[in-house]
């Protein structure tokens, strides 16, 4: 067997693959990490897999795996059976794709869900900068702003109709509305 332990000797080198290959160790009752093997092991594997080649077909999934026929090392695991290997197989591989199919519908989802978030971000970030830049102009123009908010608010409390102030402000380059809104324009 060279460096390789029995099991894999027998899934690769014999191409049993892994679940088979550990089924014929078990029922030949050999440890299935043994490197050296005796004539009566020997024997006993030869044995076991002339017994799988003429084992009754009972196809079967078992731990997520297809099987030809009932496996030992899967005693009192649950298993779904059918009539045919063929009909284990179209029923994993259908289940599968479904499966498939319902990750990447979600997957689809997530990846828009994502993506609108990305922009929203953007939008955000976008926002944040006008409003900053708004902030900073107020900050920088405060004792302008003050002055105006104080001169309408004099004017108001000596009863000078909103006409006057309007026409008033108009005098030093300041917008103003009616309804008491205010237009500046800051630099």
């Known amino acids: 067997m060279g460096k390789e332990n029995l099991v894999k000797t027998l ?3 014999f191409g049993f693959g ?6 014929i160790c078990c029922r030949a ?3 299935k990490n043994k490197t050296q093997l005796t004539k009566e092991e020997i024997k006993k594997i030869l044995q076991e897999i002339k017994h799988a080649k003429e084992e009754s077909l009972k196809p079967n999934i078992a731990e997520n795996e297809i099987c ?12 779904k059976y059918y009539e045919s290997l ?16 319902t990750f990447q519908k979600k997957r689809k989802k997530i990846e828009e869900l994502i993506e609108k978030q990305k922009q929203h971000l953007e939008e955000l970030k976008k926002s944040a900068e006008e409003d900053k ?13 003050k002055e105006v908010i104080d001169t309408i608010k004099q004017a108001r409390s000596k ?3 909103w006409e006057e102030i309007i026409n008033k402000l108009k005098t030093k380059n300041i917008e103003a509305k009616e309804g008491g809104r205010v237009i500046l324009d800051l630099k």
């Open 68 to 79: 030809s026929f009932e496996l030992k090392i899967h005693e009192g695991k649950e298993k």
């Open 159 to 161: 009863k000078i109709s």
């Open 18 to 23: 892994g679940s088979y290959a550990e089924e």
């Open 86 to 101: 063929s009909e284990a197989l179209d029923k994993y591989y259908k289940e599968e794709l479904i499966e498939d199919r």
């Open 133 to 145: 830049t708004k902030g900073d102009l107020i900050y920088n123009n405060y004792p302008y702003i």
């Open 29 to 31: 009752g050999v440890d």
């Open 11 to 13: 899934a690769i080198d």
